[in-house]
């Protein structure tokens, strides 16, 4: 009895040492996404999910941040692995610039994703038709440490208005920016995201409200003669939201995929493999992701320059792209 004691004993150690030891050598990744009402974080999930699920010995999480600035931050820390930023937050990241003043951002792409879409977004009863109505409002430009806030200073800037000086200016994420003009405590705000947007959605198809959103690509032109050529002129469909009768004239930016510039090369090319070849259980979480296309890796959508391990990738599939 003493034996089969020991035996069992020896047994339950042995099990404990090799889950340890397991759980010792899982690789934990964190991904770096954005507000819970937009669509970098259901995408993140996704991708956190097709990566433990696909590839042995992995645990990635989809973490909750300010977005595009904040994740950019997060990987030049080490403080996450792979983040979703917008093309000129990462741009303003490698020359430390603009919200980056304390330093460069040491990030390369993994992988060019979709177009982020300009939502200027108001309701019926505002009277605000277009951009120059929005002076003298109360509007907000983003939550603080996001992408959407960067861009839509350069789209106010670009349509001869003053972001400190025309408007009473709020600092909001897109799902407490919804809640706020729900309660009349704004009348408009920006946001810079994929189709459709679950907040934006969820103002369009509150009872009692008929959502408006503001044309706005004439100004692509100045925002691109300061910044660079970051900028496109795109088109939300009429019927992307519930109410929207017309399609929305507005400015458009590449989302990419980044990660440090010292992550292993193997590593690197695992998350890209996955990435593309898993592409339909993403796109089952939210179907943004049938943008992810090989067809734009293209060092044009992409302004640093992309990860040795995802260049490997793409050669394999007959894509040639310049580091």
Request: charge should be positive; hydrophobic fraction near 40%.
């Amino acid at each position: 009895m003493r034996h089969w004691k020991n035996a069992a004993l020896a047994a339950v150690l042995t099990a404990g040492l090799a889950a340890g030891a397991a759980a010792q050598n899982t690789r934990q990744l964190s991904i770096a996404t954005g507000g819970t009402g937009g669509v970098y974080y259901p995408l993140g999930g996704g991708l956190a999910n097709v990566l433990t699920k696909h590839v042995p010995g992995w645990q990635a999480t989809a973490e909750v941040t300010g977005g595009s600035v904040d994740n950019l931050k997060l990987v030049g820390a080490g403080k996450a692995e792979i983040a979703f930023t917008m093309a000129d937050a990462s741009l303003d990241a490698a020359r430390g610039q603009d919200k980056f003043t304390s330093g460069k951002v040491p990030h390369q792409a993994l992988a060019v994703l979709y177009p982020n879409r300009m939502h200027v977004v108001t309701v019926e009863g505002t009277g605000i038709a277009g951009m120059k109505d929005l002076k003298g409002r109360r509007v907000s430009t983003g939550s603080p440490g996001s992408a959407t806030e960067v861009m839509a200073f350069r789209l106010i800037e670009a349509v001869g208005l003053d972001k400190d000086k025309d408007m009473r200016r709020e600092r909001l994420g897109v799902a407490e920016s919804t809640n706020a003009i729900k309660d009349r405590k704004i009348d408009a705000y920006f946001w810079v995201g994929g189709l459709p947007t679950s907040a934006v959605t969820d103002l369009a198809a509150t009872p009692g409200t008929r959502i408006k959103l503001i044309d706005h690509d004439d100004a692509v032109e100045a925002m691109n003669k300061k910044y660079g050529p970051l900028y496109a002129r795109g088109i939300i469909p009429a019927k992307t939201y519930p109410g929207q009768d017309a399609d929305n004239k507005q400015a458009n930016v590449w989302n990419i995929l980044v990660v440090n510039e010292k992550m292993s090369n193997d590593v690197a090319y695992q998350i890209v493999k996955v990435l593309f070849e898993r592409k339909a259980e993403i796109v089952a979480v939210h179907k943004e992701a049938e943008s992810f296309d090989l067809a734009n890796q293209k060092t044009a959508n992409s302004p640093i320059p992309f990860h040795p391990g995802a260049l490997k990738y793409f050669a394999e599939k007959g894509i040639k792209v310049e580091g």
